[in-house]
Structures are given as C-alpha cells and as structure tokens.
C-alpha cells in the first residue's frame, strides 16, 4: 500500500508540472517553472528530468527551455479518437456548418471546465478564445451551461464548487445563486445563451448533446459577433442546432464513453 501512495504521489507531481509547462504555452526556462512551482528546487528538477527521459517534455540547449514533447502528441491523438466526442460528431458539424454558415463549437466537460473538442470557422471567420483542445470556464460560455444545467444535483454541486466565477466582463454570471437561476431558464427551454458573458462582443446559443436517459455527453454551439448578428436570429437556428444534437447522440449511443473506473482503492474507502 505504502508503494502505490508513493507512485500515486510522484504521478501527480509530473502531471502537475506537464500541466504548469503546457499553461505557458510557449517553450519555458527552468527558473519560470520554479517561480510559481510548488515543488522544492529538487524536486522540481528531477520531474523535469524524468519527463525529459519519457518523451513527455524536450529540452533546447541553445535556448534552455522545456516544451511538451513528440510522445504528448501521440497521447493526445489517442485521447482525441478513443475519448472525444469529435470524431462521431464530426459529418455532422460539416453538415451544419455548411448549412448555418457561422462558427460551430463542440465541446464537453473536463473536470468542472469546458474542453472544446472540434471547431468549424465561419465563413467570414472571427477571432476568438474558442480553438479546439482549449479549456474555458463553464459559467460564462454558452456551451458551459447548456452542460450544467442538466447534470444531476449531486454533480452539478460539485461542479458549480469548482467554479472561479471571475468576471471577465459587464455581463459575466458572478455568483452561485445566479448562475443557478439561469441553469433553471435553460432547462425549461433546452438551451443556453451566451450574452458578451466571456468575451466583449461574441454572442452564442448553445444546445447540450444527451443521451436517451438524458446523460450529458456534449454540447454544441453557434457563435458569431454582435456586429452581424443578434440573440434573435441565433435563437432561431436552435430547431436545426437540436437536430444536429440529436443525430449526434444517436451515432454515439454505442460509443464507448469514458468512466470512472471502481479501483480495489475506491471499493475498500
């Protein structure tokens, strides 16, 4: 038992340290990863240098930084085939995409967060945080809430628990009680907006991808900017946005979803 904590702890160290080199998003020296490390010099060290070993981060000489390495990427392309949602979406996206003409998002939930999983650009494309393989805050994005506001009760506490509820502009939800009053709205009408909440300007309606016991599996959404459009004539592609949703989770009924697993750990706590 004493060795499975003691690998269970050093595995959590290199994830935390792949995590904090990936959060730069840039190649980064060793006195960067230190500045804001919880990890003794040392330590921090040793990680870097097993990371190094495995193929998880590549070293430059010339320029002293660590960057994610090659093996990250296969990792990640497995990841993207065997766990993401993207690829039984994906004729679908197309399908609207050339139908709407303005950006579609596909995403699911990480961990409390956003993971937009596939994008398709708009005819006339525009600049936004939203890129595929990028994380968002779920309280402030349209597919973020469209996701929450039909989970259980039990996840959705501990969900909304892991919230930072940051503002990040005028008309962000900042608060618990809020948000959940909204969550109540998108319910009832089976689908979510995003009203400048994340970003100044763009403006989304979101639908969430469910299952026939209405498991949350995804959710989709339409994005443009306030300068092209409004809410109005967004809200009225959702009929459209539920039929794509819809096909969605039918393809992906026989999908094999990842669960948690029930270790020996687990069952015995």
């Known amino acids: 038992m004493q060795g499975t904590q003691t690998a269970s702890g050093t595995v959590k160290k290199a994830l935390c340290v792949l995590d904090q080199a990936a959060s730069f998003g840039r190649p980064v020296r060793f006195n960067e990863l230190l500045e804001n490390s919880p990890y003794p010099k040392g330590t921090l060290y040793r990680m870097l240098q097993t990371l190094r070993s495995e193929g998880m981060l590549s070293y430059d000489e010339t320029s002293q930084t660590y960057s994610l390495g090659i093996r990250l990427v296969r990792l990640a392309h497995t990841a993207?085939?065997?766990?993401s949602l993207a690829p039984v979406a994906r004729p679908f996206l197309d399908t609207l995409s050339k139908s709407i003409g303005e950006t579609i998002h596909l995403a699911q939930l990480d961990n409390a967060q956003v993971l937009y999983v596939?994008?398709?650009?708009?005819?006339?494309?525009?600049e936004m945080f939203s890129q595929a393989g990028k994380?968002?805050?779920?309280?402030?994005?349209?597919?973020?809430k469209a996701m929450l506001a039909f989970l259980p009760e039990k996840e959705l506490q501990q969900a909304l628990a892991q919230q930072s509820f940051h503002r990040f502009t005028p008309q962000t939800l900042a608060s618990t009680d809020v948000l959940r009053d909204e969550l109540v709205n998108i319910r009832k009408r089976g689908y979510a907006f995003d009203r400048e909440?994340?970003?100044?300007?763009?403006?989304?309606?979101?639908?969430?991808i469910l299952t026939r016991t209405e498991r949350v599996i995804g959710a989709?959404?339409?994005?443009?900017?306030?300068?092209?459009?409004?809410?109005?004539q967004l809200e009225g592609?959702?009929?459209?946005?539920?039929?794509a949703a819809d096909a969605i989770a039918d393809a992906a009924e026989h999908w094999s979803f990842p669960v948690q697993q029930k270790t020996k750990e687990t069952l015995e706590s």
């Open 197 to 208: 909440e994340h970003e100044p300007g763009i403006i989304c309606v979101a639908i969430p």
């Open 135 to 144: 994380v968002g805050p779920a309280y402030c994005t349209g597919v973020g």
């Open 220 to 232: 989709i959404s339409v994005t443009s900017t306030t300068s092209r459009t409004s809410l109005d």
């Open 118 to 126: 596939d994008k398709r650009n708009a005819e006339r494309p525009v």
């Open 80 to 83: 993207w085939t065997q766990s």
């Open 237 to 243: 592609l959702a009929p459209e946005m539920r039929q």
